[in-house]
């Protein structure tokens, strides 16, 4: 079997995004490698999926990715989970929002302008069930 391991993205300012993820989603740290070359952290959530924060080398310009990728983050609370986000100063793309009765789902930026997407939906992808 095969399962996704990590996704890497890039911090130009690596505390402020791993403060970020850690107060709005609950990440926990999983890997301190904030002195390794290039510093960064792992980032874990209770299922074992991971987010390996890189610093962003100076040389290296963030990229747009609207259409491109995603971070996207199953959320029990999702109103509660939402407004954390906005209180943040963060906002939301008014048409890529979902609210059906199947799906609520809403994209934002996080603070280092990665596209991230909150997801509620009525059976999860892996069929656990209702919500």
Partial sequence: ???IEHFAVYASDLEKLKTFYI???GLKVAIDASKSKPPGYFLIDEGGAAIELIERPSDT???NQRFVCHLAFWV???DGVKGEIERRGMT???DTAVETDAMRTAFFL???GNRCQIVR???RLDA???F
């Fill in 1 to 3: 079997m095969t399962r």
């Fill in 23 to 25: 107060d709005v989603f």
């Fill in 61 to 63: 310009s963030p990229v």
């Fill in 76 to 78: 029990d609370d999702y």
């Fill in 92 to 94: 939301f793309e008014r």
């Fill in 110 to 112: 996080d603070p280092e």
């Fill in 121 to 123: 939906r009525k059976k």
């Fill in 128 to 130: 656990r069930g209702d």
